[in-house]
């Protein structure tokens, strides 16, 4: 396995000043943008990518602070800000000539997917979110010791230092932690694959720290301005999710209907990592989501 999706380009896309994003391109037809989780790159793609190929130009890129895109310092919580990396991901579509884009995102992805399609809906035409609540109700379902699945959130909350400092010391145990927890086949993520993560990330934990820390700073924010101020999704949105309501105790579906006017909500029976577990099931969902 290579370390981008196979028969894609790898380009490097200048999105801000100072900030490029490492993008695997390919396909043709209208625009699709595939935004990666944690704790992976855009090569989690690598088998969904090429089947939306058939029927859309895909773009599949490394987040700010991920893979092998621009790692900025983090001078203030807005530099990993979901808006800041949105914001990239819409200037990426600028450089492209994509005025409208289809756009996936998993995990970190989906976080800047969700912002994306609130804070510019005359760009995003389409939005898929895979396995999240958006940032303001995953803080508020978390409680007790069910909260312990997400100790992860907290850890990299604190302010900078100390969860660096323990992450780096110990980073391939860390980061191949959550590819072993969240996943329900090990075998959807091969030796080679699992590798390119973990290098991956070995190299960027101060960036993905600082993306954590702002969902529990100035995202959190964001995410109750346009609550208060009744901004929702406009756009067809199709969310797809494990059971997160029977371990946690909330109803997922009802959690998302107040942020989309047109939902549509799917349980898996696949592990957090769908798109390999089953990437013929999310391309399927994708599809259909760009067909409404």
Known sequence: MGTTVPGFETRSIGVADGIELNAAVGGDGPPLVLLHGFPETHLMWRHVAPVLAEHRTVV???????????????????TYSKRTMAADVVGMADALGFARFALVGHDRGAHVAFRAGLDQ?????????????????????????????????????????????????????????????????????????????LRACRDAVPSIVADYRATATVDIEHDRADLDAGNRLTMPVTVVQQDWGTQLGFDAAATWRPWATDLQHVTTRAGHFMAEEAPQDVAELVLDLVKR
Not at 129 to 156: C, E, K, Q, R
Request: proline content about 9%; aromatic content about 10%.
């Open 60 to 78: 599949c890129p490394d987040l700010r602070g991920y893979g092998a895109s621009s790692k900025p310092e983090a001078v203030d919580d807005d």
């Open 121 to 197: 809906p005359d760009r995003v035409s389409h939005l898929g979110i895979l396995d999240i609540l958006p940032t303001l109700d995953t803080w508020n379902v978390l409680h007790g010791v069910s909260a312990a699945v997400a100790f992860h959130l907290y850890l990299m909350a604190q302010p900078p230092g100390l969860p660096e400092q323990m992450i780096r010391a110990s980073s391939d145990a860390f980061f191949g932690y959550f590819l072993d927890a969240w996943s329900s086949n090990p075998d959807a993520i091969p030796a080679d694959v699992r590798a390119e993560y």
